[in-house]
């Protein structure tokens, strides 16, 4: 720590940090093919089914239940949610565009702002020539 102490750090006794990593899954083209259209039918496979899905195929439950449908549903849940932070950031760009229409109508803006994307520092101001 900050004075110099030298502190033990104790981890659990079941933590073997000795033990090799689990190798990483490598489906085939034809396994993800037939993972997919699964998982547009139902995003959860249990029982039965899983262990079908399993043996057709040649992989164990585990690879289908966690490795692929559980990363498949996270994968789905931030594609959502990156789509939804799109939207709303589109809906505030437009309600900033109407607001902007606005005080142009009302005559309180006497020009209008450029958008701050297509702004850099070496640009010249507004109605000067850049040569593009």
Same mark, same amino acid.
């Given at each position: 720590? $900050?004075?110099?102490?030298?502190?033990?750090?104790?981890?659990?006794?079941?933590?073997?940090?000795?033990?090799p990593k689990r190798t990483r899954t490598s489906f085939t083209a034809e396994q /993800?093919?037939? /993972?997919?259209?699964?998982f547009q039918r139902c995003q959860y496979v249990v029982g039965r089914e899983r262990t079908e899905l399993a043996r057709q195929l040649n992989l164990s439950e585990t690879q289908v239940r966690v490795v692929w449908f559980q990363n498949r549903r996270?994968?789905?849940? &931030?594609?959502?949610?990156?789509?939804?932070? &799109?939207?709303?950031? $589109?809906?505030s760009e437009s309600f900033a565009t109407c607001n902007i229409l606005r005080l142009l109508e009302q005559g309180r803006l006497l020009s209008v702002p450029a958008p701050p994307s297509l702004l850099s520092p070496t640009s010249n101001p507004i109605g000067s020539p850049t040569g593009n």
């Open positions: 720590d $900050a004075k110099g102490t030298i502190r033990e750090i104790v981890l659990p006794k079941g933590l073997d940090l000795d033990r /993800l093919y037939r /993972l997919e259209l699964e996270t994968k789905q849940k &931030k594609d959502q949610s990156r789509d939804s932070e &799109k939207r709303s950031t $589109a809906t």
